[in-house]
């Protein structure tokens, strides 16, 4: 093994990784899953260019839950066993929804009559499906899989809060990809979005620390309160700025990018409640990781391939850029 | 719930995944490298009968990576949730290499796909044939990758033992090991033919629709000819492969054979009825010497029967039945790509009746390559890891209403989109005659 690899602290390495892979999948599928959730509030018209606006990009937004779950799976597979043991069921939902929605963009357009409206059907229901799950997923994994009524309603408000935040990246997203009259719905959705996302972000805010010990000595304790203070702080001035820019004549891209940095905003705060946990009160990311033998054959690959990935993800977004005008197959 | 009908749940749904999840990278694999053929023949001669089946084609790529994605993506969680032994025993062996190819070959397909399928108006001549290069190294690769696991499982090598678990001593040898050569290039052979003999049924029921078109009769040529040259190579390497099983696996051999006890000049059972309580065949038609003749090119060579392995041996029918649907189809496949490229050398139009026989095998690519797999994966059972981990120590704690509950959630989606994706790839061939005149 290298030597001077040895010395970094390999798990914790694992861990931003696979928060930076689960972070970037919630944002990109996010948008893409919003879209699709918003379908049955467009013409048919509409629909098509809201598919074609997420059409060359939603499978290489997938691939990052694949990176984040396989990074989970091969740097703590011991955390995945009980995970995913735990998220069976809702696991399984998702990923019936994703297939659904997935095979729905090319059946949608492929097949006749009353098949290619069942599969437009299907395309919205895999979404909200998808995205429930992805919600409830996160509740019931914030919580440390506590059993008992509360704790499953506790996961149904952070599902339908995630349904809300994705309906808010989708609409902002097509702000940012649309013109005419579908931007000016999206304007609307976008707003609707956002007022779900303060309301679900509150409810999670106060219900989080109320469900878990752990969660609440880590954010309760001051006087490091009042510094953690900013993190809420800089969620509330970027939906402010998100809301004031949701009119025409704003710049397109300023609601879509206020959007994601709520997420990330969002996300750091997750990490500070759970670190260093990989399962809530049960395991850290020290006590799951792999052998250092794994993790670092692994880390030389990351350290290769991900600059590349980003690179040609930008050249994608590059190609791809400007207003969408036109459905995906004519 | 016992034991052992938690294990036959979870196989029973690892398996249904998988075995619907190799239909389409067996299919896209070479698929991709099609298009390339296709999309720089059109870029040369701007011939639009080119650009038709490059379009169609194309079409049938996205809808077919699409099913291989989705169903992809439940492997990625199932691999843990299913067999969490096999992750605790050999996690540090077989994650780094799913790590590979996740950013290896995943992301580099799926970013690549949206420029081939979207990007032609969009990016210069070269940068959209380059795209469609990159999909089909990437689709290669990830190939290499998963085979390079899936190889080590039947032949471990490179590995040292710490505390129970295994980490890796030698990574090339991990990746390179005995059987990997043998089973990658089966495979790529296997994805080959499947790809040619879907290219030329489809091109087949085109030409059954409409006589004259002209881009259905330039692809089925192409079509046919790459499966006049790969069936004969898949043999070949067929039977090299199997000489490795022979050396490596020879429980795996015994039970495609049928060789229940060890014997001197084993005949090639061509035909029988395995009789597993009586641990003989029934109906046998055989020929003498045969399997010592094939095996080891020597009529009085003896070959270990099952009866040296026990109780560590594969069930016989499955592999037995499985070996023979396949060299069948393979040997149907030589005979039809042999007799499609001399008509086609000798001029003329078609005779329907062998239009017909193209479209008939159409998907028997899938129905050999399905049998294959089941032949190499239950031959290695009682093991998962050749010799380190046996299936039924992997198995997880998943309850048995949770297991039948996604079981019953994954059959009822799998069936309704394979039964969606045979009906639109049929229409969509239907359909190639109209765009070639739309073209015009």
Not at chain 1, 31 to 50: C, F, I, K, R, S
Not at chain 2, 41 to 47: H, K, L, P
Not at chain 2, 199 to 216: E, N, V
Request: net charge neutral.
């Amino acid at each position: 093994m290298n030597p001077e690899l040895s010395s970094l602290d390999l798990p914790m390495i694992f861990a931003a990784l696979m928060g930076i892979s689960i972070l970037a999948y919630v944002v990109l599928d996010g948008y893409d899953l919003g879209v699709g959730m918003l379908m049955p509030a467009a013409t048919p018209d509409e629909q098509n260019l809201m598919v074609a606006s997420i059409g060359p990009f939603w499978d290489a937004n997938e691939t990052w839950l694949v990176l984040g779950i396989g990074l989970l799976l091969v740097a703590f597979p011991k955390a995945h066993g009980v995970v995913l043991g735990e998220l069976y069921l809702p696991v399984a939902v998702m990923l019936i929804g994703l297939m659904f929605r997935g095979v729905a963009f090319e059946f949608r357009m492929k097949a006749l009559g009353w098949h290619a409206e069942l599969w437009n059907w299907l395309f919205w229901f895999g979404s909200f499906v998808a995205s429930l799950a992805q919600g409830f997923m996160l509740g019931r994994y914030i919580t440390g899989f506590e059993p008992g009524i509360g704790y499953w309603l506790f996961a149904f408000i952070v599902g339908g809060s995630v349904c809300g935040g994705y309906v808010l990246l989708g609409a902002t997203w097509l702000v940012l990809r649309t013109e005419g009259e579908l931007q000016k719905k999206a304007y609307a959705w976008a707003k609707w979005g956002l007022l779900w996302v303060a309301l679900g972000v509150a409810l999670v805010s106060i219900a989080t620390p109320l469900a878990s010990a752990t969660v609440y000595d880590k954010w309760f304790d001051f006087p490091r309160t009042f510094g953690l203070m900013i993190l809420p702080a800089a969620s509330l001035a970027a939906g402010i700025w998100v809301w004031r820019s949701l009119r025409p004549g704003a710049a397109d891209w300023k609601p879509f990018a206020g959007t994601v940095a709520i997420y990330v905003l969002a996300f750091l705060g997750l990490a500070y409640s759970i670190f260093p946990y990989v399962v809530v009160d049960r395991m850290t990311i020290w006590d799951a990781a792999s052998h250092d033998s794994a993790l670092t054959f692994m880390l030389w690959g990351a350290a290769i391939v991900l600059p590349c990935i980003a690179g040609y993800t930008v050249f994608s977004y590059r190609v791809f850029r400007g207003k969408v005008r036109e459905a995906l197959y004519k | 719930m016992d034991a052992a009908e938690a294990l036959l749940l979870a196989r029973t749904q690892f398996g249904l995944n998988i075995a619907f999840h190799i239909l389409f990278p067996s299919l896209t694999i070479a698929l991709a490298w099609f298009l390339v053929y296709f999309r720089v023949r059109y870029e040369r001669s701007r011939d639009t009968a080119w650009l038709v089946t490059y379009r169609l084609w194309v079409k049938v790529f996205a809808l077919s990576f699409a099913m291989g994605v989705v169903s992809g993506i439940v492997m990625s969680f199932q691999f843990g949730t299913n067999w969490p032994g096999y992750m605790n025993t050999v996690g540090n062996i077989a994650g780094p290499l799913l790590a590979y190819e996740i950013l290896t070959a995943f992301f580099l397909e799926a970013t690549f796909l949206g420029v081939m399928l979207f990007g032609m108006n969009r990016v210069p001549g070269w940068l959209h044939v380059l795209s469609t290069v990159v999909v089909a190294v990437g689709t290669s690769l990830s190939a290499f990758w998963i085979l390079a696991l899936n190889s080590w499982m039947h032949t471990p090598v490179g590995h040292v033992v710490v505390d129970g678990h295994l980490i890796a001593g030698d990574w090339l040898q991990v990746i390179f090991n005995p059987s990997f050569p043998y089973r990658f290039t089966h495979m790529m052979l296997a994805s080959g033919l499947t790809a040619s003999f879907v290219i030329c049924g489809l091109s087949a029921w085109r030409l059954l629709r409409a006589p004259g078109d002209d881009s259905a009769m330039k692809t089925l040529r192409v079509g046919v000819l790459v499966a006049a040259v790969l069936a004969p190579l898949q043999i070949f390497v067929g039977d090299l492969h199997g000489l490795n099983t022979l050396e490596h696996q020879p429980a795996k051999i015994a039970a495609i054979e049928g060789i229940w006890k060890t014997e001197k000049g084993a005949p090639l059972v061509l035909f029988a009825v395995p009789n597993e309580k009586e641990r003989r065949n029934d109906y046998a038609i055989e020929i003498p010497k045969g399997a010592a003749l094939v095996l080891k090119h020597d009529a009085d060579a003896e070959l270990k029967g099952l009866d040296e392995f026990e109780p560590d041996r594969p069930p016989v029918a499955p592999l037995f039945y499985g070996f023979r649907l396949m060299v069948g189809i393979g040997v149907g496949m030589l005979l039809l790509a042999w007799f499609g490229a001399w008509r086609l050398r000798r001029g003329g139009a078609l005779p329907r009746a062998l239009l017909w026989t193209f479209a008939a095998f159409t998907f028997s690519g899938w129905i050999a390559t399905l049998s294959g797999w089941i032949v190499t994966e239950v031959g290695r059972q009682p093991w998962l890891v050749t010799g380190i981990l046996r299936t039924k120590d992997a198995v997880g704690h998943i309850s048995g209403a949770e297991l039948g509950a996604s079981l019953t959630g994954y059959v009822l989606t799998y069936s309704l989109m394979l039964g969606a994706y045979l009906v639109v790839l049929t229409h969509m061939a239907g359909k190639g005659a109209e765009q070639q005149e739309a073209l015009k």
